[in-house]
Nanobody, 122 residues
Framework: VQLKESGGGLAQPGGSLRLSCAASGFVFSKDAMSWARQAPGKGLEWVAAITTDGAITWYADSVKGRFTISRDNVRNTAYLQMDNLRPEDAALYYC????????????????WGQGTQVTVAS
């Protein structure tokens, strides 16, 4: 079972990035997927989640209206489109599965990728 994030990098405030999470080793279409982030010196924070068929999504208040989570069950990939980025969005972004977004995120639960770094600066 593996999750591999990509797409991070440097963006200017107001800019956009699209993160990808490539899944392998399990039946991707049967798992809800989530994105979390960790800024320097801060704890993990849930960002967004999506059901198996993509019909239902959830967003943290801090990203609602700016980020969009989606998935492609043919390509076994989840995405996080991030628009109108702010400096406070800078963090290491992780995708995860087999987690409960009703609980505080912890890497001790579920399966996590290695993360992709997002920097927002002019």
């Amino acid at each position: 079972v593996q999750l591999k994030e990509s797409g991070g990098g440097l963006a200017q405030p107001g800019g956009s990035l699209r993160l990808s999470c490539a899944a392998s080793g399990f039946v991707f279409s049967k798992d809800a997927m989530s994105w979390a982030r960790q800024a320097p010196g801060k704890g993990l924070e849930w960002v967004a989640a999506i059901t198996t068929d993509g019909a239902i999504t959830w967003y943290a208040d801090s990203v609602k209206g700016r980020f969009t989570i989606s998935r492609d069950n043919v390509r076994n990939t989840a995405y996080l489109q991030m628009d109108n980025l702010r400096p406070e969005d800078a963090a290491l972004y992780y995708c995860a599965k087999d987690i409960d977004i009703a609980k505080p995120p912890t890497k001790a639960d579920g399966t996590w990728g290695q993360g992709t770094q997002v920097t927002v600066a002019s």
